[in-house]
């Protein structure tokens, strides 16, 4: 998700990818730095070597016992940050671009991806890439320009059925019917060759899993005050599973790779009916996920969000972990230039609660650009990564 607006300024909010590469250089080295001197939980981590291996499998049987003690770091924009960086910094989980520069030919190949998960000082990394599946980028490969008009409105004729509108506040994303076959055939299916489709090339670079981006589809084609009434809430969460499922079937099953993680983002309250009640859709999608991955939960950026709302969000992350599922959660609650003395009890409260409620949490910066590995030192009245255990 793009986090330019109109203007070319980040709105502020989460899924920030390629609002420019800032922090490079010396910013690179100074992470790499820092980071190499905080830590994870556990020596063996989550991940290990190629993806999805027996360790990934099961994380489902004990992702939520640890949970209160494992780091989190979310990277949408690696160039950035730098490769040696990634591989230097220790924590548990890390959620990844792909690609450095969000085409094809900058994607990590699967050499570059087991370095990563192998350094540290802590042991393996789990590993997930980032995938929008509601949501059609103008930055990636599949894209044709000639789509849409000099407004970013789909051209009559041009554009191809699936497409919908822009989104106003992320420049150059444009909604999608997921449902379509049109849809789902670039995403996934085509598993070599020069049109190879980008889950066939995250699974083929030994990623753990993917991290599902913009899920909440569902709702903007269901409820007129969200985007466009195409569907029923029921028909849109059907369609919505059952892509998500596909996903997941095609990566364990055709694609052979036993144990492959699969973390919606966001979009939690897709395991309700339309009677706020869990039923059959929700069972397959229990099925399917190994977790979720949640945003602003405690805060909307350095505000915090209301207490009701909250607890309901709360009670409804109790249904994944309830049942084993591990949950990522990342919080944007750090100013810009972020101090203990301006952010730190923002921080300390954001992951205290979160780490009460069994989740995994990271905190960002407020813009959401994503464009860094955040490290809290000794410091800050929070520690980010976690120290790693004797």
């Known amino acids: 998700m793009n986090t330019m607006n109109a203007s070319g300024i980040a709105p502020g909010a989460a899924r920030g990818r390629w609002s420019g590469w800032l922090k490079v250089g010396l910013c690179a080295f100074a992470q790499l730095l820092l980071a190499a001197s905080a830590g994870c939980t556990t020596g063996d981590g989550g991940g290990g070597g190629g993806n999805a291996n027996d360790n990934n499998a099961n994380v489902n049987d004990n992702g939520n016992d640890n949970a209160t003690g494992e780091s989190l770091v979310y990277v949408l924009q690696p160039n950035a940050v730098g490769d040696a960086a990634l591989a230097a910094a220790s924590f548990d989980w890390l959620v990844l671009e792909p690609s450095r520069e969000g085409d094809a030919s900058s994607e990590y190949t699967q050499a570059e991806v087991e370095t990563i998960r192998q350094g540290g000082a802590c042991g393996t990394k789990v590993i997930l890439a980032y995938l929008s599946i509601g949501e059609a980028e103008d930055y990636r490969d599949y894209w044709d320009s000639g789509w849409v008009n000099g407004a970013g409105t789909p051209r009559n004729g041009a554009a191809p059925p699936w497409l919908g509108p822009s989104n106003p506040e992320w420049e150059?994303?444009?909604?999608?019917?997921?449902?379509?076959?049109?849809?789902?055939?670039?995403?996934?299916?085509?598993?070599?060759?020069?049109?190879?489709?980008?889950?066939?090339?995250?699974?083929?670079?030994?990623?753990?899993?993917?991290?599902?981006?913009?899920?909440?589809?569902?709702?903007?084609w269901s409820d007129p005050d969200e985007g466009i009434e195409e569907l029923s809430r029921q028909e849109a969460r059907e369609r919505m599973i059952g892509w998500v499922t596909r996903i997941a079937e095609y990566a364990r099953d055709t694609r052979g790779v036993e144990g492959f993680l699969v973390f919606p983002q966001n979009a939690e309250e897709i395991i309700f009916n339309d009677d706020d009640e869990l039923?059959?859709?929700?069972?397959?999608?229990?099925?399917?996920?190994?977790?979720i991955g949640i945003e602003s939960l405690f805060y909307s950026g350095t505000d915090p969000n209301d207490d009701e709302e909250v607890a309901r969000r709360l009670a409804t992350l109790a249904e994944f972990t309830d049942r084993g599922k591990t949950v990522l959660v990342t919080d944007y609650v750090l100013n810009a230039n972020y101090t203990p003395a301006n952010s730190g009890a923002r921080a300390a409260d954001f992951v205290g609660r979160a780490r009460q409620a069994g989740l995994i949490p990271y905190a960002a910066v407020e813009e959401g650009d994503l464009d860094e590995i955040v490290v809290l030192g000794s410091d800050w009245p929070v520690v980010q990564p976690m120290p790693c255990e004797p």
Request: glycine fraction near 12%.
């Open 172 to 220: 150059g994303n444009y909604k999608v019917r997921y449902w379509d076959p049109g849809w789902q055939a670039i995403i996934l299916g085509t598993a070599s060759g020069p049109q190879k489709t980008p889950l066939d090339r995250i699974i083929d670079a030994g990623f753990d899993g993917v991290y599902l981006d913009i899920v909440d589809a569902f709702e903007f």
């Open 279 to 291: 039923d059959g859709l929700s069972d397959e999608y229990f099925a399917v996920v190994d977790g």
